[in-house]
């Protein structure tokens, strides 16, 4: 995609923003103006986004057009290609849909600029995971790259990250969840309730994990700890000895034939579970319901060590300036007006403005979903479908229970580079 992608009346891109901002006269680069939508209605304007697939969805595009006026021109990768078009294709994109463990890699190469959180208009309604690390006061921070640790900059310009909340935001947090292991409960046979049993023998040639490093790797960790193979100093963190010792562990487990596959998209993990291939396997939330949708039992598993957490959010490409940064701020602070976040709550992930997306869910919705409640009626998908029959509860229970035992966060470590290399090492044994 080029700077100048011709729009379906034949006028390009940029010619659109100088329009953009001639309507809005001299104060619309200095954010001075407000009610955008108009001017985005009256004066097209297109933002180009990309990320994973998990929240670049047609349906939000779609309401972002009928809402604002902007066209939002989405492209979905996995998280690797995500990391790598960030810093390699800076001018391909103007909004990055990225996580916290991604933007530690490509932060300090200045394709994303801090925003000023004074024009955030919900920044008071973020939960404070993304801005102390904290789900209560008295909570305990997690091990890993947690998104606070990346969240702020002194100032504007600056490439490293400040130690505390700041007036520079990175990113506007979006979505995030607490992940654990999924389970074919017809399948298992007994309980499960650690991250060990994944390597129970039962299942051997029926296990599956995650071939995204940053993430795969703390997979790795809890199961390490919970089957007493290794007690890390900091899991989200580790020196090459403790990478060595877990990766020869996963070589050896993995020659045994204990793992059926490693998967890096969403759809894969589905269809490995539908299918019965595989049994036990680190999973997503929505992939879990994605099974259920089909009639297959599949259970999401609350884990006596906790959960492994990620979060991801919204950046503004650094070349963003004028109509075009406005356009981005009116689109964020849009995003997490509500309506984004309840749909990403119907998807089993979780808003970062939790207050803004109550104001969208039903009463018997935020229970199933935020409070751990037994259904009332039918839990419907984003786009109407039954996911739940009434009388469920959510696996994991409530929000506060299940972020609140989060163990560590998808992690970019010191040791990054040797960390990735000793991974696909492993996934090539």
């Keep these: 995609m080029t700077e100048t992608k011709k729009t379906a009346k034949g006028i390009s891109r940029r010619s659109l923003l100088k329009t953009a901002s001639a309507a809005a006269g001299l104060a619309a680069g200095s954010g001075a103006i407000t009610g955008f939508p108009t001017i985005w ?56 849909d990225i996580e916290y463990w991604i933007l530690k890699k490509v932060y300090a190469a200045g394709v994303i600029q801090p925003m000023d959180v004074k024009k955030l208009k919900y920044y008071d309604k973020v939960v404070p995971l993304f801005k102390n690390g904290k789900l209560k006061p008295d909570s305990v ?83 390490m700890e919970a ?20 990766i020869d562990f996963l070589i050896k487990t993995k020659q045994a034939g ?93 808003s970062a403005c939790m207050d803004t997306a109550k104001g969208f869910m039903s009463e018997d919705e935020w229970g199933y979903w935020i409070e751990g409640k037994s259904a009332k009626g039918d839990i419907l998908s984003p786009e109407g479908k039954v996911m739940e029959k009434a009388g469920a509860v959510r696996d994991g229970g409530s929000f506060e229970e299940r972020m609140g035992h989060v163990a560590c966060w998808n992690s970019v470590m010191d040791e990054d580079r040797y960390m990735v290399r000793r991974w696909n090492e492993f996934i090539a044994a």
């Design 258 to 350: 204990q793992f059926r596959a490693f998967w890096k998209s969403f759809d894969e993990s589905v269809n490995l579970m539908a299918s019965g291939e595989v049994v036990i396997q680190s999973m997503w939330s929505p992939a879990v319901a994605a099974v259920r949708s089909k009639g297959i039992a599949c259970k999401f598993q609350p884990l006596k060590e906790g959960y492994r957490s990620w979060g991801g959010g919204l950046g503004l490409a650094s070349h963003l300036k004028g109509a075009e940064l406005d356009a981005a701020y009116e689109y964020i602070n849009w995003y997490t007006s509500g309506w984004v976040g309840a749909y990403l709550n119907r998807q089993g992930y979780y």
């Design 227 to 246: 089957s007493g193979q290794l007690k890390y100093a900091d899991k989200g963190n580790m020196t090459k000895a403790e990478i060595d010792k877990t």
């Design 41 to 96: 209605a009256q004066n097209p304007i297109t933002l180009r986004q990309f990320g994973t697939g998990v929240s670049n969805i047609n349906a939000i595009a779609e309401k972002c057009k009928a809402d604002l006026g902007i066209t939002l021109e989405m492209t979905a990768t996995d998280s690797d290609a995500a990391a790598q078009r960030a810093v390699t294709q800076p001018k391909s994109y103007d909004i990055a």
């Design 141 to 223: 921070i997690a091990q890993g790259t947690a998104p606070h640790t990346v969240g702020f900059v002194e100032k504007a310009g600056d490439k490293k990250f400040a130690k505390e909340e700041t007036q520079w935001f990175t990113m506007m947090p979006t979505i995030y969840n607490a992940d654990t292991l999924g389970i074919r409960p017809d399948l298992v046979g007994r309980e499960i309730t650690s991250w060990a049993d994944i390597l129970d023998p039962a299942f051997k040639g029926k296990t599956a994990i995650l071939n995204i490093p940053s993430i795969g790797i703390m997979d790795a960790a809890m199961i």
